[in-house]
């Protein structure tokens, strides 16, 4: 068969119509006309209108699992940052607890420092502060130890008082640090004096376990000694400076089979609990020392020669 004869037609089945370029160039000036007619006569807006209608419940469908996921989050979130807030909150609580309990700690302090600086003033002989830093490890003792020593000028024997009256009297001396044995301690006896009386006496340290207190020994059972009466130091012993608080009566015993009062005193000074004392030096260590005595043939010859 000649090839001129066949016919190069396709055949129905592949037959395209229109040709490419003809259909983009009439969609592409549809596409031109209904953006224009949209944006200068908004012939569009009813059809969007009904379609967004039609499909508004498909998309709500759609878009609970994002929204429960986000309801989720958020919770957790919120959860978290609440919890975190809480604790934030608490720890600023403990931090103004602990401020509070400090502000109250200091404004003791600084009280017990202010009348201590008076009494400081008062005071007649030298004196030196000094902290103390811990209570000494003997269970049959009431002692304390402070941070001054040998290199501060601390001598044994020295008087301790606080804001409120005598607490002891150093015992010991290191170094760097002493021992003060408290008026409490069933060692330690300070001569006292009765300021409503005038009367003397001797208060020793309490002999029982507890150690809480003080006695005053030797007065004679018809003595003149009531409760509530203050002890203040007497100043014979060389060692305290006259007129410091010592302790006050609390309770007075008279018995007939005995010729002495049991009296007990309870201490003035804060034994227990004390933080800032004040170190006296010995009344004795400045007094001017007692001249000494002339020869005796160096009298005798004065004699002869008047």
Known sequence: MPLGTLDRTPPPFFRQGSSALSKLTVFSALALFLMVADVRFRVTQPVRAVL???????????????????????????????????????????????????????????????????????LATTARAAQVLYDAADPFSRKVIIDRGLVDGIAAGSPVVDETGVLGQVTRVYPSVSEVTLVVDRDLAIPVLNTRTGARGVAFGDTSMTGGGLELRYMAANADVLPGDRLATSGVDGVYPAGLQVASVEKVERRGDTAFARISLRPVALVAGVTHVMVLKPVDSEIAPRPAPEPATSTARKAIRK
């Open 52 to 122: 967004a209608s039609v499909l508004y419940p498909a998309q709500w469908v759609v878009l609970q699992p994002v929204v429960w996921a986000r309801q989720i989050a958020s919770y957790f979130e919120s959860l978290g940052v609440a919890q975190e807030s809480q604790e934030q909150a608490q720890r600023k609580l403990g931090l103004q607890s602990q401020r509070a309990g400090q502000v109250e700690q200091l404004l003791l302090e600084n009280e017990r420092l202010r009348r201590l600086l008076a009494l400081q003033m008062r």
